[in-house]
């Protein structure tokens, strides 16, 4: 789980507060994602980026605003957010989002709980 | 569209036991599959996947899954379970999208081995 780390792991906010998700891979990947894992429903894929570009899923609300300063980092910024939002919140990273083959890694997820 | 199904929300075997967590898939074209586990709290890791070639695939920690094009399926299996295999196990699929390649995941499998 080295390859991919994420920051912080467990977070508590209010539906007035803004925060930041922090996701960060060391494997030299090019392409990096965000899902949302809620309770009995499958993986949710956010967002994706490939370098420079991003590429949204629409159904996504706009209290979710993704960054990605440079092809290691990607951030997911939090504000006004709902308690039905309250989820394991997971970053992955692949060589390249275009291959089919590749393979995504995950970081071990921010627990978050919106009060 | 791609999409998997687990059609089990839970499988226990006694350890010793071999041990098998069902998926089948429905894609157009040729299907790139993919099983993770997920210990409690954790984020996904990546036991294995099939892109081409032979049908059964080994991966990680003893598994291995075979790839029926028939059948549409491509069931996880151990032959020995560890009572330390006990984990959350999802099979996904490789789907074109508006957002590259990403991964449509099934609704996973809980699987408990007992001592």
């Known amino acids: 789980e080295t390859g991919v780390t994420q920051t912080p792991r467990h977070l508590v906010m209010g539906m007035t507060n803004k925060k930041s998700l922090k996701c960060e891979q060391h494997?030299?990947?090019?392409?990096m994602y965000w899902y949302k894992q809620s309770a009995k429903k499958p993986l949710e894929l956010m967002f994706v980026?490939?370098?420079?570009?991003?590429?949204e899923n629409n159904s996504v609300p706009s209290r979710f605003s993704p960054e990605c300063p440079n092809s290691s980092h990607l951030f997911l910024h939090l504000h006004t957010l709902q308690p039905e939002d309250s989820a394991l919140y997971l970053c992955?990273?692949?060589?390249?989002?275009?291959?089919?083959?590749?393979?995504?890694?995950f970081g071990p997820g921010t627990r978050l709980t919106v009060l | 569209a791609q999409s998997v199904a687990q059609p089990e929300d839970q499988v226990n075997v006694a350890e010793g036991n071999p041990l098998t967590v069902k998926c089948t898939y429905s894609?157009?074209?040729?299907?790139?599959l993919f099983w993770y586990v997920q210990y409690p709290n954790r984020g996904l890791q990546f036991l294995l996947k099939?892109?081409?070639?032979?049908?059964l695939v080994k991966g990680s920690y003893g598994f291995e899954a075979e790839f029926n094009k028939s059948q549409t399926s491509f069931h996880l299996k151990k032959p020995s379970a560890l009572v330390s295999d006990s984990a959350l196990y999802f099979c996904?699929?490789?789907?074109?999208?508006?957002?590259?390649?990403?991964?449509?995941f099934g609704k996973g499998t809980s699987l408990l081995v007992t001592p």
């Open positions: 992955a990273s692949s060589q390249d989002r275009g291959a089919s083959r590749d393979t995504q890694y």
């Open positions: 980026y490939s370098l420079e570009e991003r590429v």
């Open positions: 996904a699929v490789r789907a074109l999208g508006n957002s590259g390649y990403a991964l449509n």
């Open positions: 494997l030299g990947h090019n392409a």
């Open positions: 894609v157009s074209g040729n299907p790139y």
């Open positions: 099939y892109i081409t070639g032979d049908n």
